[in-house]
């Protein structure tokens, strides 16, 4: 089952993720927003949820939470792999 606030980070340019961040507390009226990745876009999940926090909504958002875990799954070689995971809630400030 999915979010419908969700962002799911990947290889769009970086400001489309803060955008819709940012878009999904104004415009949406979200309460709560996750911002998940996978991999190597951990990194880049952090970075979106910061600038959204500090330079966009400036003292309007917080984080809430942050859930970290890791699959195991068969690669296209037959290999087991792992991969790790982030979910960062935002939520918005009273």
Known sequence: M??????????????????????QFTTKGANEVIVKARGKF????VDVSEVARKRFLDNAIDVKDIQIDSE????????QVRV??????????D
């Open 2 to 23: 999915t979010n419908d606030n969700s962002i799911f980070i990947g290889n769009k340019p970086f400001m489309n993720y803060v955008t819709g961040v940012v878009m």
């Open 84 to 93: 790790s995971n982030i979910e960062i809630t935002l939520i918005k400030k």
């Open 72 to 79: 195991e799954f068969e690669n296209k070689e037959g290999k």
């Open 42 to 45: 951990i990194s880049r999940a």
